[in-house]
């Protein structure tokens, strides 16, 4: 639990610096750093040239460490669930709480994978439109799609609260 709130956090700091700079990394900071943390990213990031949209490829690296860290999210409640059906403990509150983090990771799950579609297909769509027409015209454009509009920040904040409120919970209980 300590560590996924560790990587919760993490992330939110992260989701901040890269939504509020919309500046190019510096060339001492590689894209895919983890900041120290051991982690895995899809094969399609981990290939993706470095150069290659910056902007849409800030977005498509913090999507994928939003995604695997989700995903040790619904393991996480998928195990707390098993080990609380299967234990001698029948904490009936627990149990709903678990239940309730699952169906919110995996609905999140789902969500981030639109949006990584999404951010690939925004991809392939400015490499047409520079291959066909070789301007940088609608570059301005093609950046402020990549940013998820004040809605899906809102409920993405109120979703890692009540992952975070679950993991505070789970604590105490431990």
Same mark, same amino acid.
């Given at each position: 639990?300590?560590?996924?709130?560790?990587?919760?956090?993490?992330?939110?700091?992260?989701?901040?610096? @890269?939504?509020?700079?919309?500046?190019?990394?510096?060339?001492? @900071?590689?894209?895919?750093?983890?900041?120290?943390?051991?982690?895995?990213?899809?094969?399609?990031?981990?290939?993706?040239?470095?150069?290659?949209?910056?902007?849409?490829?800030?977005?498509?690296?913090?999507?994928?460490?939003?995604?695997?860290?989700? !995903?040790?999210?619904?393991?996480?409640?998928?195990?707390?669930?098993?080990?609380? @059906?299967?234990?001698?403990?029948?904490?009936?509150?627990?149990?709903?709480?678990?239940?309730?983090?699952?169906?919110?990771?995996?609905?999140?799950?789902?969500?981030?994978?639109?949006?990584?579609?999404?951010?690939?297909?925004?991809?392939?769509?400015?490499?047409?439109?520079?291959?066909?027409?070789?301007?940088?015209?609608?570059?301005?454009?093609?950046?402020?799609?990549?940013?998820?509009? !004040?809605?899906?920040?809102?409920?993405?904040?109120?979703?890692?609260?009540?992952?975070?409120?679950?993991?505070?919970?789970?604590?105490?209980?431990?």
């Amino acid at each position: 639990l300590g560590e996924l709130h560790a990587e919760l956090q993490e992330l939110e700091s992260q989701i901040i610096l @890269t939504q509020g700079q919309s500046a190019i990394p510096s060339p001492h @900071t590689p894209p895919n750093s983890n900041n120290g943390h051991d982690g895995y990213m899809s094969p399609v990031v981990a290939a993706a040239p470095p150069n290659s949209g910056f902007a849409n490829d800030l977005r498509l690296v913090s999507l994928e460490k939003q995604l695997n860290i989700e !995903l040790k999210v619904k393991q996480g409640a998928e195990n707390m669930i098993q080990s609380l @059906t299967s234990g001698h403990s029948r904490d009936k509150k627990l149990l709903a709480e678990a239940q309730q983090m699952l169906g919110d990771s995996r609905a999140k799950i789902e969500y981030l994978r639109m949006r990584i579609l999404k951010v690939k297909q925004s991809r392939q769509q400015k490499s047409q439109d520079h291959s066909s027409n070789g301007d940088l015209s609608n570059k301005d454009k093609f950046e402020s799609n990549l940013e998820p509009p !004040l809605e899906d920040r809102v409920e993405e904040l109120r979703h890692r609260l009540r992952i975070e409120a679950a993991v505070v919970e789970g604590a105490k209980n431990v």
